[in-house]
C-alpha cells in the first residue's frame, strides 16, 4: 500500500447492514498500519450506514469495536416482526429506538460540535434529505445551525431509510435520496474548500458497501413486466450516481490522493439482511485486502480512457 498523504480523509458509502463490510475492512487496515482509524483520520464523511461509522471514527471507536456492534445488533435493529413484514400499511418496517440506544450506549450523548471542539478536532460530514426543503442537508460539526444538534439526531436521520424508518422529525430521511449515497465528491469539496487542505498534501480513501450487476441477457428487456423493470432501472440509477461521484473527484481534484475500493457481490444482499452478516465479513476481508494492496474500484479506469489532452 503506498503511504497515506499528510491529511487523511474517509468517505463511506450507504447500505444499511452491508456497513459490516466496511468496518471489518477498516479493522483489517488498522491491523496493518497499528493504529485506530480516529488517529487516521480526520475528516470523515458518510450516508445512511455510512453516517454511523462516521460518527464511530470521530469518536474514538475501532473497526473491530464497529465490526463486532454490527454483528450483535444487526438481529436486533433488523428485528422481523409483524410490523416488518406488513410494512406496506405500517408505513414502515423498524423503529427508531433500537438503533438509537444503541447509538448512545455505544457511541455517546453527543452534541455534533462536540466532535470539533475535541484534542483533536475531527470534521464528520453527515447527509439527510429535508423532505420539507427539499433539499440535500449537509451536517457539520464546525456550522453554527449544525454545532448543537444531537450526534444520534444526524445519525438517525441520514440512516432514516424510507420505508425502512420512520423519517425523523417528520422531515428529515437518508441522505442517499439526493446524489449522495456515495459521499466522496462533497468528502474532497470538503477538504479543499473547508479545511483548506492542499489536495496535494492530501489522500481520500472512498469505502463502497458492495457493489451487485443487475445484468441482463440479450432480448430480454424485451419480455419484462412493468414490475420486473424495477429491480434494472433503480440498479443502473445508483450505479450511475455512484460512478458519477467517482468521476467528478477524479476530473475536478486531480492532485489529491484518491483510492475508490469497491468489492463485487456474487448475489443481491438486501440491507436489512442481518442472516447475511457472516458473507459480508468475508466480503470485509475481500475489502481490506484491496485497500492493503492498491486495488481500486474500476470506476476510476475512465481516467486512462480519456482522449488526449482532456
Request: aromatic share 10%.
Amino acid at each position: 500500500m503506498k503511504p497515506f498523504r499528510k491529511h487523511v480523509a474517509v468517505a463511506i458509502d450507504g447500505g444499511g447492514i452491508k456497513g459490516v463490510i466496511v468496518t471489518r475492512a477498516l479493522a483489517v487496515l488498522e491491523d496493518h498500519l497499528g493504529r485506530s482509524c480516529h488517529e487516521i483520520f480526520r475528516l470523515a464523511a458518510g450516508t445512511s450506514t455510512g453516517s454511523i461509522i462516521s460518527a464511530g471514527i470521530a469518536a474514538g471507536l475501532s473497526g473491530t469495536q464497529m465490526h463486532q456492534l454490527y454483528v450483535e445488533l444487526g438481529d436486533t435493529i433488523f428485528r422481523k416482526t409483524l410490523r416488518s413484514r406488513l410494512w406496506l400499511i405500517a408505513k414502515y418496517r423498524y423503529p427508531h429506538e433500537p438503533l438509537e440506544t444503541a447509538l448512545k450506549q455505544h457511541i455517546g450523548e453527543m452534541k455534533m460540535g462536540d466532535f470539533w471542539s475535541a484534542d483533536p478536532p475531527t470534521d464528520v460530514v453527515i447527509t439527510a434529505f429535508d423532505l420539507v426543503t427539499n433539499h440535500t442537508r449537509f451536517i457539520k460539526p464546525w456550522k453554527q445551525e449544525y454545532a448543537g444538534w444531537p450526534m444520534t439526531k444526524a445519525v438517525l436521520a441520514s440512516a432514516s431509510v424510507p420505508t425502512y424508518f420512520p423519517a425523523v422529525e417528520g422531515r428529515y430521511v437518508d441522505g442517499g435520496v439526493g446524489a449522495y449515497a456515495n459521499p466522496c465528491y462533497l468528502t474532497a469539496y470538503e477538504l479543499r474548500y473547508c479545511l483548506n487542505w492542499d489536495p496535494a498534501e492530501t489522500t481520500l480513501i472512498s469505502l463502497g458497501t458492495g457493489r451487485f450487476e443487475h445484468g441482463l441477457e440479450p432480448g430480454q428487456v424485451t419480455n419484462l413486466w412493468p414490475w420486473e423493470w424495477i429491480g434494472p432501472v433503480l440498479g443502473a440509477f445508483l450505479q450511475s450516481a455512484d460512478d458519477q461521484q467517482v468521476h467528478l473527484v477524479s476530473t475536478l481534484f486531480d492532485q489529491l490522493d484518491f483510492r475508490r475500493f469497491q468489492v463485487d457481490l456474487r448475489e443481491s444482499i438486501e440491507m436489512d439482511d442481518a442472516n447475511k452478516i457472516p458473507e459480508l465479513t468475508a466480503y470485509g476481508e475481500e475489502l481490506g485486502r484491496k485497500i492493503l494492496n492498491d486495488e481500486t474500484d474500476q470506476a476510476l479506469d475512465f481516467r486512462a480512457a480519456r482522449a488526449p489532452g482532456r
